[in-house]
């Protein structure tokens, strides 16, 4: 009798195991459902100051993106100094920017004066006939404006690598066509003087010295505003620096 318990007990015991070892296992438990940020719309996005300028940025303004229902489009203001660098821009009434489509300057009847596509995060960029590119920016996307002529104007140092002066040259504000006249003042290095420097301009962020031969030599801003390098650098290289 205690055997056939036993067996009883036995078998019951196995039979409870299988069926454990058999049941399916619970379905995993999903994390909770993360919802996506919500996108800005393009026009929100655009609301604010941006700076707007010509490619050599020698033209150069702001315009107010409103974020208002215009007449037509949303509402636009421009600078004073816009008038007066781009008088086209007094026809423009509003703006309009769609998902995936130009950003539009608009007249009063809804025309499009100027259509601007994005090159890069914070950049448009527009063609204007007798205009060239145009462009607007995110005041943090353009970086330091570029010196201008009348930045650049007075007396400079030509300077060595190993810290010796070797010319002095007056940067001027007299008229040569496009571009200003330059002074050399002696003694000067022999080298100096076979370039022969004779005008300047500023080319955007760059320095041109010019001579009469069409020869060229370009400086960059260094890190102190006084001290530009000559570009692409040279064996011996040469910097100018402001008295």
């Given at each position: 009798m205690r055997g056939?318990?036993?067996?009883?007990?036995?078998?019951?015991?196995?039979?409870s195991a299988v069926a454990v070892a058999q049941s399916p296992a619970a379905p995993p438990v999903a994390p909770p459902a993360v919802p996506p940020a919500a996108a800005v719309p393009a026009d929100k996005a655009m609301a604010g100051t941006w700076e707007f300028t010509n490619?050599?940025?020698?033209?150069?303004?702001?315009?107010?993106?409103?974020?208002?229902?215009?007449?037509?489009g949303m509402k636009i203001e421009f600078d004073r100094a816009c008038a007066g660098h781009f008088p086209f821009l007094r026809e423009v009434t509003g703006w309009s920017?769609?998902?995936?489509?130009?950003?539009?300057?608009?007249?009063?009847?809804?025309?499009?004066v100027l259509e601007f596509s994005q090159v890069e995060a914070g950049i448009y960029e527009a063609p204007r006939p007798g205009e060239g590119i145009l462009?607007?920016?995110?005041?943090?996307?353009?970086?330091?404006?570029?010196?201008?002529?009348?930045?650049?104007?007075?007396?400079?140092?030509?300077?060595?690598?190993d810290n010796r002066a070797v010319c002095g040259l007056t940067l001027s504000?007299?008229?040569?066509?496009?571009?200003?006249?330059?002074?050399?003042?002696?003694?000067?290095?022999?080298?100096?003087?076979?370039?022969?420097?004779?005008?300047?301009?500023?080319?955007?962020?760059?320095l041109v010295l010019k001579s009469p031969r069409?020869?060229?030599?370009?400086?960059?801003?260094?890190?102190?505003?006084?001290?530009?390098?000559?570009v692409p650098e040279t064996a011996d290289p040469i910097s100018l620096v402001r008295k």
């Open positions: 056939a318990v036993l067996f009883a007990f036995v078998v019951l015991a196995i039979s490619a050599d940025r020698d033209k150069i303004c702001t315009v107010t993106f409103k974020n208002e229902p215009g007449s037509p920017l769609a998902e995936n489509d130009f950003l539009r300057f608009l007249d009063k009847s809804g025309k499009s462009f607007i920016q995110n005041p943090g996307a353009s970086g330091p404006a570029p010196r201008t002529a009348a930045q650049m104007t007075g007396e400079w140092t030509v300077m060595r690598s504000n007299t008229a040569a066509g496009d571009d200003f006249v330059v002074r050399l003042k002696q003694p000067c290095e022999a080298a100096i003087t076979r370039f022969g420097p004779a005008t300047w301009q500023m080319d955007r962020s760059e069409g020869i060229s030599w370009r400086f960059e801003e260094g890190d102190n505003p006084n001290t530009w390098r000559r």
